[in-house]
């Protein structure tokens, strides 16, 4: 095996453990922080949220108008 191969591996599974699922509790405490605007960073969250929706939006605006120039 290459050295780089281990390495890669090596960070894997170091990294690995460091993951942690979150509990309902937690999802829960985020969804009300989220609410009443308490969450860190929450003008940033608040305008990726926003970006996400424009994209969204925007992907559905030119969808209908493939349609629309198809018809």
């Known amino acids: 095996m290459k050295l780089h191969h281990l390495l890669i591996v090596t960070a894997t599974l170091l ?3 460091a ?3 979150r509990t309902t509790t937690e999802k829960v405490k985020d969804n009300v922080n989220d609410a009443l605007d308490r969450r860190p960073g929450e003008k940033v969250r608040d305008a990726a949220e926003d970006a996400k929706d424009a994209v969204k939006e ?3 605006d030119v969808k209908d108008a493939v349609k629309e120039s198809t018809k």
């Open 19 to 21: 993951c942690e699922k």
């Open 58 to 60: 925007a992907g559905k």
């Open 15 to 17: 990294a690995l453990p």
